[in-house]
């Protein structure tokens, strides 16, 4: 399926997590990366289960989720199953950037375990044997899948230009052959 690629620029990209979310009337979310819960500032779901195998300080999270569980993506799997919850939507963000040098409040975003890739993989994968319907992806660029909206995100500051994609996809269910 190919969409139109909206371009936005220079918002605070909790903003596109919202109004993805909304869109699919997201009430149940599992968070595969969940990082400190930045992206619900705008719009906090009703229940919030995150993945990530770093635990931060109490203070820096800023949307704490209802459930923690302290894995990888691909450690997490049979904790999931364990709980039972039906996601509406699946939401990954892995670190794709280089750690930067210094003093920065976000450091702990650039902590990665394996790479990008194997965590979206898995994401997905988690997805389809759940039977969560989508999943929204933050990345530095597009990754296969059944897209259904894809926003290009150009921050812009001086001489600094970044670019990454949020892209909603429609997670087609594993069959599997008896
Ligand atoms: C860019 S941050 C996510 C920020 C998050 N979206 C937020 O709103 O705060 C990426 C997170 O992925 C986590 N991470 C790294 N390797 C991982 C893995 N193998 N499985 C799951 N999470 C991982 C990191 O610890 C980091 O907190």
Redesign the pocket.
């Known amino acids: 399926m190919t969409t139109q690629t909206e371009i936005i620029q220079n918002i605070d990209t909790a903003k596109i997590v919202a109004d993805m979310l909304k869109q699919v009337n997201a009430e149940y979310v599992l968070d595969?990366?969940?990082?400190?819960?930045?992206?619900y500032k705008f719009f906090r779901p009703k229940f919030l289960v995150g993945?990530?195998?770093?635990i931060y300080p109490n203070s820096i999270y800023?949307v704490k989720p209802d459930i923690l569980i302290p894995k990888?993506?691909w450690g997490a799997f049979k904790t999931l199953k364990l709980l039972g919850v039906k996601f509406n939507i699946c939401v990954v963000?892995?670190?794709f950037r280089h750690r930067p040098r210094g003093k920065d409040n976000r450091l702990?975003?650039y902590?990665?375990?394996?790479t990008p890739e194997?965590?979206i993989r898995h994401s997905f994968k988690i997805a389809e044997e759940l039977k969560i319907p989508y999943l929204l992806l933050h990345f530095n660029k597009p990754y296969d899948g059944t897209k259904i909206r894809t926003i290009k995100y150009i921050y812009e500051r001086g001489f600094l230009k970044i670019e990454s994609y949020f892209i909603l996809y429609k997670v087609i269910p594993n069959v599997k052959t008896p």
Not at 32 to 39: A, C, I, K, S
């Open positions: 595969t990366t969940y990082g400190v819960g930045r992206f993945i990530d195998p770093h800023i990888t993506v963000d892995p670190p702990y975003y902590n990665l375990i394996g194997d965590i």
